[in-house]
């Protein structure tokens, strides 16, 4: 679900409000107020005959609706219900913020009522929480106008902000949003795309390479592969400089994601030909297990097999590769010289059955 869909399921509930702004503007506070009381009802009823219980949102709408309206009428001052947006637009900043940058997404949940039937995959997911962040700035935006505009202007200028303001902002936003996502479709039709796993391994979709790389932390499978030649030596290639992860450091001799049109083993024998040129070899299972880093999260399948064939390393992956010791590995290890995945999965060699 994007931000639009997201703003669409949100709408029921603020439209008594939106509705009281234009109406107010017209008629007047007790006629905007009547005519907005009077939709909100109507949306509760709608509600119980559809869902047989009243929507929550709309019900709270409605009630700060007589509330604040009601003090305001007996106060003969509007300030009070003026500032009615203002509350309900920083309700629904905590709300965003709680569910942007908490632990929990409490909009997702809110909204599952309307998405039952429909699956959400990772990368679905993913892009609603950021559109959950951009919609939490805009609100805290808008809410901040709504209550300076409220204390310290004009109604006039209260009423442009609150209720033409708001589709302006959101107007904005939605041009906005619409020019990236094209921008970014165009851009993944040339990427490379991966698989998508839930916590037990199974493929849950596609998405493309850069999404895995963003810190979106969806699980993606990976395969690695460990070289040794006839004298117990393990082949290990050097990132180069220019690496956006780990460079200049000491790695496995083959690692490389799992395309979203193949399998482990192929992606397997495809990355070995392609990282250090070594064809037709056989390889046994050595350890599957998930690793994440600040970028990503994979589930990884490690490999190991023995060749004294030639290995050639690919330039633009590596500056130097060669054959080391298990003592000299050792002797290395914790001083910054190898990547923390290889040191990761090289702690468990000694208690390898081979």
Known sequence: MNSIELIKKLLPGLAPLILFVIADSIWGTEVGLIVAIGFGLIEIGYSLLQKRKPDKFILFDVGLLVALGGVSLLLENDLFFKLKPGVIGAILCVLLGVSAYGKHNVMMAMSGRYLKGMEINPWQNYQMLQSIKALFWIFTAHTILVFISAVWMSKEAWVSISGPGFYVLFGVYFVFELYKKRKQQAAYAKEEWLPMLDEAGKVLGKMPRSVAHSGSMILHPVVHLHVFDSKGRLFLQKRTEDRLVQPGKW?????????????????????????????????????QYKWESSMEKELVFAFITESDKPLKIDPDEASEGRFWTLEEIKEQIGKNVFTPNFEYEFAFFEKAPF
């Open 251 to 287: 790695d496995t001799a083959v690692g490389g994601h799992v395309a979203a049109d193949e399998s482990v083993e192929q992606a397997l024998k495809r990355e070995a030909a392609e990282e250090i040129g070594l064809h037709d070899f056989s390889a046994k299972p050595f350890k």
